[in-house]
């Protein structure tokens, strides 16, 4: 056996496979958190069937839930990638845990791309149950799966650099306060459960500007109307996404 066979062979790891390492211990976290599977699974799941199934909000709709569903699966969007990330990245850095992978060859935009992946996973599994409920109270989806996939991923750039900006300069109490509100707030006056036609014309222009309505409205126009792509819903997202990113990486703080 010649010297050396075993030798060390010291320096990072190539950036692709520690953000795949990291994508995947990020996904188990987020699976293996109750709190977490509260807000991203059982909310979404009680709301779709509550006001499917009872008359509480006129929709406008035939059946309550062709309007419901697009925004339900955009509700899951945000309390993933924005609300549940804001939380667990808020408590990671009170912790100490980002102050040790700031001590790691991981680069900070690699992190981001990690989180975001890891939420990316987990809405794949959001969206699967809440479509297979949806079918179950008689859904009857349309559109263009690229369309929607494109929305989903958009909005999920859009949310998770709210998300970690928030978590990055905030201390961990006032994200969990502040990351509730918001989930709250963009519940009711995002179009998710109350269509935005039910609001007065001057609060109405200013809820569209929000990434939750230009969610919610295009995943609406493809899956309800059978549209194409909603390019102004699209580019809505599309802009808060570079927006929320690029201030996250600008801003990010690791203690």
Same mark, same amino acid.
């Given at each position: ?7 060390p ?52 709709a ?10 339900v ?9 924005f609300?549940?990330q ?6 990671e850095?009170r912790? +100490?845990?980002?102050?040790?992978? $700031?001590?790691?060859? &991981?680069?900070?935009?690699? !992190?981001? =791309?990690?989180? @975001? #992946? /890891? ?8 969206i699967a ?10 859904w009857?989806?349309?559109g263009?799966p ?8 958009? +909005?999920?750039?859009?949310?998770? $650099?709210?998300?970690? &900006?928030?978590a990055?300069? !905030?201390? =961990?109490?006032? @994200? #969990? /306060?502040?990351a ?12 998710v ?5 039910k609001f ?22 493809v ?5 194409a !792509?909603p390019?102004?819903?699209? #580019? ?7 927006l929320g ?7 990010f703080?690791?203690?």
């Amino acid at each position: 056996m010649s010297t050396g066979t075993y030798a060390p062979k010291p320096g990072a790891a190539p950036v692709g496979r520690m953000i795949a390492a990291q994508t995947a211990l990020e996904t188990r976290m987020l699976l293996r958190n109750g709190e977490q599977l509260l807000l991203t699974v059982i909310i979404p799941s009680l709301l779709l069937v509550l006001f499917s199934t009872v008359d509480i909000v006129d929709t406008g709709a035939d059946k309550a839930v062709d309007f419901l569903a697009p925004g339900v699966l955009a509700l899951a969007v945000l309390s993933t990638a924005f609300t549940g990330q804001a939380i667990a990245t808020g408590f990671e850095r009170r912790y +100490g845990v980002l102050k040790r992978l $700031g001590a790691s060859p &991981l680069p900070r935009w690699a !992190l981001m =791309a990690s989180k @975001t #992946l /890891a939420v990316l996973v987990t809405e794949v599994l959001q969206i699967a149950l809440l479509t297979a409920i949806a079918l179950g109270l008689g859904w009857s989806p349309h559109g263009d799966p690229f369309s929607v996939l494109l929305l989903v991923v958009l +909005g999920t750039a859009a949310f998770s $650099g709210l998300g970690l &900006l928030m978590a990055g300069t !905030l201390r =961990a109490e006032a @994200t #969990l /306060a502040a990351a509730n509100l918001v989930f709250l707030l963009l519940l009711v006056g995002g179009g998710v459960i109350v269509p935005l036609a039910k609001f007065p014309d001057a609060a109405r222009s200013v809820l569209e500007l929000l990434p939750i309505s230009a969610l919610s409205d295009g995943l609406r126009a493809v899956l309800q109307d059978g549209a194409a !792509l909603p390019w102004g819903d699209a #580019l809505t997202l599309a802009v808060w996404a570079v927006l929320g990113l690029g201030a996250a990486a600008r801003f990010f703080r690791w203690e």
